[in-house]
């Protein structure tokens, strides 16, 4: 685990093999292929159109060259011609001339439209990607999201996946143009010589290969990094977010979270530093080959035109096209590697988009014996690599009508016990039934709706007043009467009220306008969101008050009695002036159950309940 004020561990860390993370060919041609198919699926047209100007992008270099050295043997046949015909010579010069001016034109054209389209395509597909990224996310599992391996495979999806199906998309699109243009070349090149044409393939061959391991490198740093950049990101957030701000303040920690935040960028930037040198460095050599290539060709074509081979015209005709030609192979085999890129990228999106998720066998949504209530039988419960259960052996019992507490000591195992029942979490072993059916049978959506809860760390939406009570209820999230009877039973309509546009009052400070509440106020406004669920026939009330003053805890208990009638209510709290309220008790240590019983039973026991009562009623004395 890393501290956040401990030295940085990229120091002395020793990242995985490249080969480690690679990927093959067939994986290469499997993402290729998923994100053609991702990219046509957003926007059929404007893969079209981007297709077909790619096509156009690469015919008309080669067009260009052509007419350019029509020009110049025209321009030599006017010069040595006959008075008569000079006229002739003249004309024709300039009808080439404007066939060439043309070209170019319409080069210009292709070229605008390819950034259109790729421009809005990236718009479209960026939004799609972070949906799908999203959706995957709304399956997953709370132990998932709460598994820092995980968290990094998230991270490493939505910092770079996003962007890079298009990027592979446009990397084959541009291959594709300039292998249209080479082929172009090199059969113009071929009338001078084989050679030539082999020359140019050959010499851009040994950067390639440079780039692409260089590309491997590049994404073995991105997945090796991932935790300290996550790490980067929550220093950020923790240095410029109004929730941190007072304590950063009070505490004086922003000077060493900053320290720590550079010294996290330190780490990761010496080792971009060292990938970056090397790259540049072989680049320079590598690309010195195809430098020396480039005017051997040169002098050999110039040598050409001095013994009369080939004439002026095809000299500039043979030099642009080796010029160019070279400038074509070393981008097709830079799309190459590029793409090798995009796909170790893309491997990350799809990893986690493939993350395996449970199937939801439920299908009920009723119990087998109605009535029942709530059965806890034999259940264990441990997080996924953790060699101990945070819950063991739990069985117990409620029937309708019947209200639970539930004590312990911090971290004993009170508020997993909540997960479980919301199926949050899955048993480990046991099971829980409702109405005497397995939870797991029940359809999840229909199940969860019959469950109104407020956590201890409940959601602080920075959204309206009314909008915030309403999520309580999807259903109902824009029906302002629900709102008000809620607030009305959750002791939170009077606070309401007073705010300057009541439910349409915009909360927290990330917005204009927005208004900052107390703790208390807060947790009044989750109370009410727990009571959108009029129809729930589960209330999980943990720590419903500890954020409230005494008369406001007071007046919320005193209904206690009227708010739960005729539901199955479990409290969590370590206030035992609120537990004694209810009709059993359950004390949890170590993730087990030591006692139970009412208030009465458990005082006369004398056991912890009994000395844990005596402790806080003494400090009122």
Not at 257 to 270: P, S
Not at 474 to 489: C, G, I
Request: with cysteine.
């Amino acid at each position: 685990m890393v501290s956040l004020l401990s030295p940085s561990p990229i120091k002395n860390a020793s990242p995985a093999p490249v080969s480690a993370v690679g990927i093959g060919l067939s994986e290469i041609v499997s993402y290729s292929r998923r994100a053609l198919s991702l990219v046509w699926s957003t926007s059929p047209r404007l893969s079209v159109a981007l297709l077909l100007l790619t096509l156009a992008a690469g015919a008309l270099p080669a067009a260009v060259a052509y007419v350019a050295a029509l020009v110049v043997d025209a321009v030599v046949a006017s010069i040595s011609a006959p008075a008569a015909a000079a006229g002739e010579q003249h004309r024709v010069v300039f009808e080439l001339v404007g066939i060439e001016a043309a070209l170019v034109i319409a080069m210009g054209g292709v070229e605008r439209g390819i950034t259109l389209c790729q421009s809005l395509l990236r718009a479209q597909l960026g939004q799609r990607v972070n949906v799908m990224i999203l959706e995957k996310a709304l399956t997953l599992e709370l132990a998932q999201f709460e598994d820092s391996e995980f968290y990094d495979k998230l991270t490493r999806a939505r910092r770079e996946a996003s962007s890079r199906p298009l990027s592979l998309v446009t990397r084959c699109f541009g291959l594709g143009q300039r292998l249209i243009s080479l082929a172009s070349y090199a059969t113009l090149l071929w009338h001078f010589s084989p050679w030539a044409v082999l020359g140019l393939v050959a010499a851009g061959l040994p950067v390639f290969f440079a780039e692409a391991k260089f590309s491997g490198d590049a994404f073995r740093l991105f997945r090796w990094r991932a935790p300290e950049a996550r790490l980067q990101m929550y220093l950020e957030t923790v240095l410029a977010r109004e929730d941190h701000a007072k304590e950063v303040k009070l505490f004086e920690l922003g000077p060493r979270l900053l320290a720590r935040y550079q010294e996290i960028f330190r780490g990761l930037y010496a080792e971009d530093r060292k990938l970056s040198a090397r790259r540049a460095w072989w680049g320079f050599w590598l690309g010195l080959l195809g430098t020396v290539t480039s005017y051997a060709a040169y002098a050999w074509i110039a040598f050409a035109a001095a013994v009369a081979r080939i004439t002026l015209g095809q000299m500039t005709l043979y030099v642009a096209l080796f010029r160019s030609g070279q400038a074509a192979v070393s981008g097709s085999l830079n799309a190459i590697g590029g793409m090798y890129e995009d796909n170790l990228y893309l491997s990350t999106l799809y990893e986690y988009l493939e993350t395996p998720v449970a199937p939801k066998t439920g299908r009920f949504t009723a119990g087998s014996t109605p009535g029942a209530g709530i059965r806890f039988e034999d259940v264990s419960f441990h997080y996924p690599g953790a060699s101990e259960p945070v819950l063991k052996h739990v069985s117990f019992e409620l029937a309708p009508g019947q209200s639970l507490a539930i004590v312990g000591e911090n971290g004993a195992g009170k508020t997993t016990l909540i997960k479980l029942l919301t199926r949050l979490y899955t048993p480990s072993s046991g099971r829980i039934t409702l109405d005497g059916r397995d939870l797991a049978d029940y359809e999840e959506s229909d199940l969860r709706r019959r469950v109104a809860v407020i956590f201890q760390d409940f959601a602080r939406y920075q959204m309206l007043v009314g909008e915030n009570v309403g999520a309580g209820d999807v259903r109902a999230f824009d029906d302002e009467t629900r709102w008000r009877e809620a607030a009305l039973r959750g002791q939170a309509s009077e606070m309401i009220e007073g705010l300057p546009a009541g439910y349409q009052t915009q909360l927290g400070k990330w917005f204009k306008d927005g208004r900052e509440l107390s703790g208390g106020q807060w947790q009044k406004i989750a109370l009410a969101r727990a009571f959108m669920r009029k129809d729930a026939e589960i209330l999980v009330l943990d720590e419903p008050t500890a954020a409230m003053d005494a008369a406001a805890e007071a007046q919320v208990f005193e209904q206690f009695r009227e708010l739960t009638r005729g539901r199955m209510a479990i409290l969590i709290s370590h206030r035992f002036s609120t537990v004694r309220m209810a009709d059993r008790i359950l004390v949890i240590d170590g993730g087990q159950i030591v006692e139970q019983g009412s208030h009465e039973e458990l005082m006369r026991g004398d056991g912890q309940y009994a000395r844990l009562f005596s402790l806080q009623a003494r400090g009122y004395r």
